[in-house]
């Protein structure tokens, strides 16, 4: 029985033999790089179509294909990730997060950013002191409401 | 001695007093909301001219201005913060982490988003499903380099 | 400046001389019994009619019923909850956890029950081999799309 | 000698090629989803007879059935569960917890609800503002008696 | 409001200015030491008539005794237990458990020794090798059944 | 080279093909259930008499024997242990911890119990209530002498 | 009530005072440096004898004398020491922890060195290259007998 | 390539097949049997003769002689020990820390004793109440100079 | 496909066979011998001509090359490092962070060394009293700005 | 009796009231900047003259002088600091760990540099691409030698 990893693992190979990007195997499969990295690498579920399309692009098996339909187990390797890369992240909920909290609230009251209804994109920005990241977030509010 | 901590419930206590918002206080003070609130809470520190246009709007004294200009230590109280709102914030860093470092890479090559040379926004979108709340961050890349 | 935890003091103070146990409270200001405990232990806010009405109920300050309404920073106390009644709640996720995700997943999809539009029931069920505990909640299912 | 986790994959596969929902199976072998489920990935026992059923149902080994009903040891893999499905639970337990407690000790004087003389139900309720899933605990009260 | 660590304290002061031993209490208000001694630090709830006369052996006020019959929250205070004392039987618990499981299995079939429908003697064993501490634990067993 | 793992599988398995328990295999190698299974699972070493009854009685071979004897490394996989059986005593040295070492300075002086030059019980006792699981320890007194 | 850390607090200001070093005290009540110094900061318990001569040394209160004779709790405040000198010895366990453990093994059988019929001294040896510290610790052996 | 566990693996199996103890190892190659044990179980390199000396008695091929002298990384498998016999040396690191600290302050100045330039010695000493094991440590003393 | 760890493995056995140093290393690819080793043992990119470079040098094969060059996932193994010689370095960073924190603030302002365009060099300084370890770090300087 | 903490505050007064830097007041006592701070700070102990020198330049009183020459313990806040200049540090630590040790090991054998006969400097270097912090930090090499 393939697991998420396995069929991760044929899908980096394939992309690997094939030359192409993330984000031009989310234009070929027309869905988000966001997403389609995420599920490529188990930690979101393919819509069927979806997982067609990538299985005849990257030439994946019945089974794998439909496996990237499953429900992922979200476990995180690292309670405080290490890479510094996705560190510089976890620094931000750190120093910012209490200052999301009050703005949220006070845009909206008591209540939370969805990160299941949610989306997000990552861009290049060229800028002459060095180009900078841009990372656009965007969740459902949802309310604590009283019963 | 005034501490980080003993400013900030004053600017909470005058806050609430004058009725103001964190971004009435952020129009006020010609800064972004963002900033403003990390900075009031001892996240940040105020630029001289900023702490002083605070301590003017809020009634604060010469040595609370002062202390706003000091560089904080950013200590998180909580290794996996337990507030829902902020947690769900970790919870994205923890299942888009690995994402966001790939398209990172893809777009740029290896390196990473400075959580220093940064800034953010929080806004609310309308939205007939409910609303949403957008965020949008901007960091310099910052390469590793072979030396 | 008053707390929240300054405000759960003063109503337990209250609750005592009072005699009234918190289903009675609840009762009173007609809100949910979890609900009404929750809040007044600072883990929500009350909307602004039920924090009068306690402030009514109780004889607190207006101050005290303001600060009911505020949002809360949910900081958890413990990692692994110790004291053995709320352990057993641990227990369960530990155990069934895996179960709740199947069974959900079976029914609706790739997706979780929100524990923010959520409400919960507490009742004593009669049994002649024993009284047991019967708990009801219900959460809305928000399901994982594809972007 | 076959372990737990090695029955568990011979029966998701059996599962899976028999496309049988879990729902389908505890309702053949005439026990509940919840424990059928969790019996089925090793956090509970089978009884012999269930196990037979199971067995008979997806043309399992006489060796697979007699593991299915041995005493299982119950190590959670993760402190702070990460899967957004499962943390939400969690998430309840710390929010709600000393409410849950509260009221227990309200209803029933000082105790607590049993682990392990428990049941549960999952459900999917109909809403025209989104489903819902209604989960229903049951346990036996217990009480702390002086001697 | 007194609070139970309030309340141990001055059961501790009046203990140590009357010359009292744990047993002396316990043999006075006719119960056993170990509930005795565990409801006086704030570890058990003590029945309203043994409340009363722990109050009247010991002088303290009704709102003294009317604390030592609320139902307590029990923290543990270190995850693992550094005091040498009580190592040891955290020791045993780690050395021991698995046996203790597969013994009660053996005996009783999937189930547990209750913690809560459960009592404890501690007594000293002459020996000419040196004194033995003996310790005898009797709690409910509970099973594990499917429904 | 045999691991003591290694020999605890294959006893598991004689023991299983065998249809003992291990109160019977306590009893034909003459050592208590709770040593022997203790012993038998690697936590603590066979003295070498007993070593070779056991492998007499179990055909183990001579390697396996001669293993049993040796010194075992004690490494408790969970510092806080999950499974519900264990969990319970790992609460009970958690609620009475202090207790037990209350009584015994008491009764004994500064000092602890020893858990090496130990011995322990487990029984099954008829309750019309409900069975009970009794368990006795006896552990040398050792005091902290100044020097 | 004076606890231990009040009375640590008195021993080290009236110690500052008379100008005495550990080794001092520990030569005027006749008990080794290492006892006398862990009895003085709360680690054990002081016989009453040298209770009594401590408190006469430096004029502590009978109470005082009294606290310095009760059993304490001994808490480490840190999991692992990160003072330099204390976290060399934590690293010399964990270094040497298996020679320790194998060589204490080899001349013994299956046992330990006991920590609490145990004592320590500590010396400065002169030494051309540098002085060293030398450390002579002597431990009970205890043996892990079968029963 | 040999690994330093793989050189452990066939040292042990050696050393069993001849019947040698760790002292007896030691003495045949001249080094101290701490020293010996550390650097076999690769917790310490071995001087280039010492590894030649150990190789012809155990007859390990050269590779493993040349990955004896290799510089060891030291990963202490658990941050807490749970084995019983190096428990209670991290014990008396606990107990005795801030003692041993007091003491080396007292005789030395500011500093520490080196866990490197440090050696350590194992006996076996009889004494009619309980033979007892003795340990002598001897490091360098260090000292923090102000520059 | 080939891991990092796996190019790791055959760049060591390459390293062992020709009898090479880092140093000798990093000279014959004209690359600093810090980022040199940091790249072999997968912590960082090689650039494509040091990859080549190095493949040619120790005879790699073209996928092993091209593994090189590709962004690594940094994860350290342990949170605090065990091995004595890392060990010091998390030290120097305990005791001498807040020092390094206050000293770089007063000589840019509030901000950071910044970690990713960094640099390091590793010398051995001959020293009569005993040859020392110098290390020189450079690392950019990223101010907070407001924004 | 002044604490070490409390001198610190002292200090952080009596210089800003005075308007010096940590450098200025390095320069009038003539000791390094790193090493001045990390004793005001509590971290490493004044020489007497140099506590002197500081108690004159800052009006310290003889009792907070001669606190500042008394051994620190240096317990660290956080296991992993997570203020983001100190914590850049901890991942170089992470990062680059096994580098330094693999060239110190290359250049000197097996053995650490140390961090207790240690000094450091801090420096800015102006660049016409931003300003770099410079870190030099010296220690001496001390080698693990077999006995």
Redesign the interface.
């Known amino acids: 029985?393939l697991t998420k990893d396995d069929v991760t693992?044929k899908i980096?190979?394939a992309k690997?033999a094939a030359g192409l990007?993330?984000?031009d195997i989310a234009e070929k499969i027309d869905?988000?790089?966001?997403?389609t990295?995420?599920?490529c690498?188990g930690?979101?579920?393919?819509?069927a179509d979806?997982a067609a399309a990538l299985g005849e692009l990257l030439s994946l098996s019945d089974e794998a294909v439909e496996v990237l339909t499953e429900?992922?187990?979200?476990?995180?390797?690292?309670?405080?990730?290490?890479?510094?890369?996705?560190?510089?992240?976890?620094?931000?909920?750190?120093?910012?997060?209490?200052?999301?909290?009050?703005?949220?609230?006070?845009?909206?009251?008591?209540?939370?950013?969805?990160?299941?209804?949610?989306?997000?994109t990552?861009?290049?920005?060229e800028?002459p002191?060095?180009?900078?990241?841009?990372?656009?977030?965007?969740?459902?509010?949802?309310?604590?409401?009283?019963?």
Chains 1, 2, 3, 4, 5, 6, 7, 8, 9, 10 share one sequence.
């Open positions: 029985m693992m980096l190979e690997k990007g993330w984000e869905m988000s790089p966001v997403f990295h995420s599920a690498v930690m979101n579920a393919f819509p979806k429900s992922p187990t979200k476990n995180f390797a690292q309670t405080v990730p290490t890479d510094p890369c996705i560190y510089r992240f976890y620094e931000i909920v750190g120093v910012y997060g209490p200052t999301l909290k009050a703005l949220i609230h006070e845009k909206f009251g008591d209540g939370i950013m969805s990160a299941i209804d949610f989306d997000m990552v861009e290049r920005v800028n002191k060095g180009d900078r990241v841009k990372i656009e977030m965007s969740g459902k509010y949802l309310a604590y409401n009283a019963w």
